[in-house]
């Protein structure tokens, strides 16, 4: 296991957080909640019917001693939790129209979260990402200042740490939003003990290429600029720019960031999703995420194509955030 990953268990030891899981009968999820459980790292919620969860979990020669499991259908604080999300939601939605929606396991494990019963979820193993976002944004909502919610990975290989932005939810942002998405992913490496250096990338450095593309990035840089002046943070690049010192001479020798950019900001999400896959594929990357980020509390989204170990890592970052 990475260093990455060492770190975040030390801050874990003693701290213990409540994560929940709503596919909880989902082999992966119960495998990786109960190898979390027995290491001490996060305490899990399972939700879904014992009976049932009792039976996969028997078949896999695992036991839920460990594991706190919800059936919404038995939960004895659910009118409450209806109450709750009517009073969130502000007049969008009925008692009724509230419990119907809470029958659907990602929206009563983000109510969990919500009303302080868990510190944390993940999610999206058996479902798609709107299915995990939707109702984060609908109830946890967005920090004050972040108008959307972005996807970062983070991308590990033996003492390599970087993050990458936004590969994972906004498929054209314009100036402002990546602006946010900057500053949000220098939060996010900080959380993960990388000192953030910012590239803004684009397929141009500094003005070498001129269109709307390249125009929107280098805006972008102005507005994070002036929203945190303290930030390393410098673009439009383009990736070699931004990773290779002796490029960075070359072709930005007055850029605040010359060839040592650790958190990397894609100008739209076909870029950030092929890059993040790029590296993980051919560079042997361990791609961790997506983490969710700019939310009030930590949501974050699995892909369908995890695997236990991508569930084990994601709950440890996720109970991370939450400390």
Do not use: W
């Amino acid at each position: 296991m990475s260093n990455l990953f060492v770190t975040l268990k030390g801050r874990l030891a003693g701290n213990t957080k409540k994560i929940v899981f709503p596919e909880g009968s989902d082999q992966r999820i119960l495998q990786a909640a109960i190898r979390l459980a027995e290491e001490g790292l996060v305490k899990p919620v399972l939700v879904g019917k014992r009976t049932e969860l009792e039976q996969k979990a028997a078949s896999l020669k695992i036991k839920l001693d460990d594991v706190e499991v919800i059936n919404p259908a038995e939960y004895p604080e659910f009118d409450a939790m209806i109450a709750s999300f009517v009073e969130r939601r502000k007049g969008k939605a009925t008692e009724d129209q509230a419990r119907e929606l809470l029958k659907d396991e990602n929206y009563f494990g983000t109510m969990l979260v919500y009303m302080g019963k868990a510190d944390g979820l993940v999610s999206g193993a058996a479902h798609s990402t709107a299915d995990t976002v939707r109702p984060a944004l609908q109830i946890i909502k967005t920090k004050p200042g972040i108008k959307k919610t972005s996807g970062v990975f983070i991308m590990v290989r033996e003492d390599e740490k970087y993050v990458f932005a936004d590969c994972a939810i906004n498929i054209a942002p314009n100036s402002q939003d990546l602006a946010e998405i900057a500053l949000a992913s220098a939060e996010t490496a900080a959380l993960f003990d990388i000192d953030p250096r910012v590239a803004m990338l684009s397929f141009s450095t500094k003005g070498s290429a001129k269109s709307e593309e390249t125009d929107k990035v280098a805006e972008a840089v102005k507005i994070a600029k002036e929203l945190k002046p303290e930030l390393t943070l410098d673009g439009e690049f383009q990736f070699d720019a931004a990773f290779v010192p002796s490029v960075a001479k070359q072709k930005a020798p007055d850029a605040d960031i010359q060839g040592d950019a650790n958190v990397f900001v894609f100008p739209g999400l076909e870029a950030g999703n092929i890059g993040y896959k790029i590296a993980q594929r051919l560079g042997n990357f361990d791609a961790v995420g997506p983490i969710l980020q700019g939310l009030n509390q930590p949501v974050n989204d699995l892909s369908r194509g995890c695997n236990t170990d991508d569930v084990y890592k994601l709950a440890i970052i996720t109970a991370a955030q939450a400390l």
